[in-house]
């Protein structure tokens, strides 16, 4: 359980933090890249979701609570040291991933397929996701970047990569279900 009672504790001010193991690094560090723009997707998520109702509210408040498990995963280093902790790690697991397929083929299948990619906007809603997806994208290159030199768990960039693409299609079923969709048009401005 964590208990926040001192919100400020001075032990960043030289910059270093401290991650999930008690471990500190300097707060430019892959790792600490890599789950502070976790954090910065779930901000942008909340945004969105303050335009959302019904199921997409309820679905984007599961992923929210998603992203802070992926950000402890991803501020905890060595997997193989999990079992030695003095308390239960947080880690995305394939079930999560499957969760995020298996809401992107709903999803999907009352939507036209596309004929030209689209471009972000429409609907409040919609602009915002597309938002949301960049950032995944940002976060997922973060993540393989850290799993590239540090090694993160396989998993949370497969989650990050699905969100990506559950955004993407969130985003046309905000567009009317795509019957709003803006469409590129290449070369339309020259």
Same mark, same amino acid.
């Given at each position: ?6 919100? &400020? ?6 910059? %270093? ?12 560090? =892959? $790792? ?12 942008? @998520? ?20 998603? @992203? ?7 501020? $905890? ?7 030695? =902790?003095? &308390? ?44 949301? $997806?960049?950032?995944? $994208?940002?976060? %997922? ?8 030199? %540090? ?8 989650? @990050? ?26 070369? =339309?401005?020259?």
């Amino acid at each position: 359980m964590v208990v926040l009672n001192k919100i &400020y504790t001075r032990t960043g001010d030289k910059g %270093e933090t401290a991650l999930s193991n008690g471990e500190r690094v300097a707060k430019h560090s =892959a $790792r600490v890249d890599a789950y502070g723009t976790v954090d910065e997707l779930n901000a942008t @998520l909340g945004l969105a979701r303050l335009h959302a109702e019904g199921p997409i509210a309820d679905r984007i408040a599961v992923i929210q609570n998603d @992203l802070f498990d992926l950000g402890a995963d991803l501020s $905890r280093p060595r997997m193989e040291e999990d079992s030695e =902790a003095p &308390y239960p790690v947080l880690r995305i697991i394939d079930a999560q991933v499957e969760r995020l397929e298996s809401e992107i083929d709903q999803m999907n299948a009352a939507l036209t397929p596309l004929r030209s990619f689209i471009l972000p906007g429409g609907s409040v809603l919609s602009a915002h996701l597309h938002l949301c $997806r960049t950032v995944a $994208r940002r976060a %997922e290159r973060a993540a393989t970047a850290l799993a590239a030199t %540090e090694g993160a768990n396989p998993a949370a960039v497969k989650y @990050l990569n699905r969100l990506s693409d559950w955004m993407f299609v969130a985003g046309r079923v905000a567009n009317n279900q795509g019957k709003d969709d803006i469409l590129w048009v290449p070369g =339309a401005s020259r």
